[in-house]
């Protein structure tokens, strides 16, 4: 942990200073992690919704980081977690699987006001969505976020071989589903 991270640290624990140290984290933080999260449910207002709710927990949390890791990978954990539980909350109320609620996502994201990507990213964004959750997971952090395997590691509680087994199985089947 670098000087700036334990300084910020220190000023969101302390309730003299907590306000402003907030204000700092969420603009140093909060494009980073509505990416990460946007790319896991889809579309916008559920990626800000899901980002409110990080940062609330964020907040509410600080006292129980021990810095153990960094700050961010704390964060981005919590950002993943929050965003799991959305898909699985909201897959569970329309009755089905987070799988089918994925695809159902991907193939109206066309209809996202917000989404600027072209036929390819499109097609790209699909394909993801055929695979299971943690590589979902695995390969949203290593292609878009260029997240190192160690990192993650510590993101997801995983070992680093079996996060490069899962990254390696969903290439495969990503190109085997845009070859196709």
């Known amino acids: 942990m670098n000087v700036l991270e334990t300084t910020l640290i220190d000023d969101l624990k302390n309730p003299k200073t907590q306000q402003k140290a907030f204000r700092v984290l969420v603009s140093t933080y909060k494009e980073r992690l509505y ?3 946007r790319r896991m449910v889809t579309h916008h207002e559920d990626a800000d ?13 600080i ?13 981005y954990r919590i950002a993943t977690n929050e965003a799991i539980t959305f898909i699985n909350q909201r897959a569970k109320k329309a009755g089905i699987s987070s799988e089918e609620l994925q695809n159902h996502l991907v193939n109206n994201l ?5 989404f600027e990507g072209d036929e390819i990213q499109l097609q790209l964004q699909k394909a993801i969505a055929t695979l299971p959750q943690k590589q979902q997971l695995v390969f949203t952090m290593k292609y878009f976020d ?3 395997y ?6 997801l509680d995983t070992s680093v071989g079996a996060l490069k087994a899962s990254y390696h199985h969903a290439v495969k089947k990503i190109e085997q589903f845009l070859t196709t």
Request: aromatic share 16%; net charge negative; charged share 30%.
């Open 110 to 114: 066309q209809a996202d006001v917000y």
């Open 35 to 37: 990416w990460h999260i």
């Open 49 to 61: 919704d899901v980002l409110q709710n990080t940062f609330i927990k964020v907040f509410r949390s």
């Open 150 to 155: 160690s990192d993650m590691s510590e993101i």
């Open 63 to 75: 006292d129980k980081f021990k810095g153990d890791s960094k700050l961010y990978s704390w964060m």
């Open 146 to 148: 260029d997240v190192k």
